[in-house]
DNA sequence: AGACGATCCTGGTTGC
DNA sequence: TGCAACCAGGATCGTC
C-alpha cells in the first residue's frame, strides 16, 4: 500500500521523468477519480510544465508553470508509470498525460482509491483538508503535544493525517511493533517515553523504507512487515502474531512483546 | 472537539 | 472446478 515511503519513491520517479516536461494534451479515461470537472483540469494542465515535484505526507504536488498545482493521491492500489509505446498503455490507467517528447504519464488505480486535484498552494491545501505536516518534517515536541488529552488507542491516532501525515495501516503496526507497544493502548496511559519512543520509531520505520526505497524485502529481518499476514511470527519471541482490529482496520500484534497499558 | 462506525470500490483470496 | 462471499484499505462523512 503506498504510504510515505512508496510515495516518496512515486516523487522520485516523477522528478526523473516528468519534471520540466510540457503537457500537450490530457486523457482522462475515468471521471470519478477526478475532483475538478474535465475542463477545468484541462484548462490548468494542458500546456502547462510540471516545474516542481513535492510530496505532504501520502499526496503529491505538482507545481505547474499555470496558476494551480496537481495534487495526486494514490490511495491503495495506486502508481504511475512513465511509457512511449501505445502498447505499453499500463492496465487500470485512469489518467494520461500527453508530453511534448511524444511520452506519456499514467495514472494507474486498480481499486478506484485514489484521486487527482488541484490546488492554488500546498499550504491552501493542507487547510482545507486537515492535512498535517509530513512525519518526516514533524518535530518531536510538537508531535508530543498534539497527543495532549487524547485517549483514542495510539494506532488510531497514527493513522490520523491531521497532525502527522504519511502513516498508514502497515506503518502504525510496524512502529508500534518497535515501539513494543500494544496497538490498543490508550493515548492518556502513555509514559513521556512512551511517547518519545513512537517519536523515534516513526522517523527510524520511515528512514529506513525510504532507504531500501519501499522494498519490502529489503527492510532488516526485525521489522515486522516480514510476518505481517495469516500465521506470521513474533520475530523475538517466536510466538504467533495476533490478528485484531483496531480503528476499523487489520492489525498485527505480537501480544507478549507488546505491551498493553 | 474528539471518537467512531459506515461508506466507497474492485481485484484477489478464501470457502464451499 | 466453479462460483459466491468475503477481504483489503485511505479518506470522508455523519452521528454521538
Known amino acids: 500500500m503506498p504510504e510515505l515511503p512508496e ?3 512515486y516523487r522520485i520517479y516523477a522528478e526523473s521523468t516528468v519534471l520540466h516536461k510540457k503537457v500537450i494534451k490530457t486523457e ?10 474535465i475542463p477545468t483540469f484541462k484548462k490548468h494542465i494542458e500546456g502547462q510544465s510540471f516545474s516542481a ?73 493542507q487547510q482545507d483538508h486537515n492535512l498535517g505536516s509530513d512525519a518526516l518534517s514533524t518535530s ?10 487524547r485517549k483514542s488507542p495510539i494506532k488510531s491516532f497514527l493513522l490520523n493525517q491531521k497532525t502527522m501525515s504519511g502513516i498508514g495501516n502497515w506503518m502504525a503496526d510496524e512502529i508500534l511493533y518497535q515501539s513494543k507497544l500494544h496497538p490498543e493502548t490508550p493515548i492518556n496511559h502513555l509514559s513521556e517515553e512512551d511517547k518519545k519512543t513512537i517519536y523515534q ?18 527492510f532488516p529481518s526485525y521489522f515486522l512487515i516480514h510476518n505481517r499476514k495469516k500465521g506470521g511470527i513474533c520475530y523475538h519471541t517466536g510466538d504467533k502474531l495476533e490478528k485484531i482490529t483496531v480503528g476499523g482496520r487489520g492489525t498485527f500484534v505480537s501480544t507478549k512483546w507488546q505491551v498493553k497499558k
Request: a positive charge; hydrophobic letters at 40%; aromatic letters at 16%.
Open 201 to 218: 520509531k516513526i522517523q527510524h520505520v520511515c528512514e529506513v523504507a525510504i532507504q531500501k526505497e519501499a522494498n519490502y524485502d529489503d
Open 53 to 125: 515535484i513535492t510530496r505532504v505526507g501520502k499526496y503529491i504536488f505538482i507545481k505547474t508553470t499555470g496558476a494551480k498545482y496537481l495534487v495526486v493521491h494514490f490511495g491503495m492500489t495506486g502508481n504511475w508509470q512513465y511509457f512511449k509505446d501505445d502498447e505499453d498503455i499500463p492496465k487500470y490507467t485512469k489518467v494520461l498525460f500527453y508530453f511534448d517528447n511524444g511520452f506519456k504519464l499514467s495514472y494507474i488505480s486498480k481499486r478506484k482509491f485514489g484521486w487527482l486535484n488541484l490546488t492554488d498552494s500546498i499550504e491552501q491545501f
Open 28 to 37: 482522462v479515461i475515468d471521471t470519478k477519480l477526478l475532483k475538478v470537472s
Open 140 to 149: 518531536q515536541s510538537a508531535f508530543i503535544k498534539s497527543l495532549d488529552g
Open 7 to 9: 510515495v516518496e519513491m
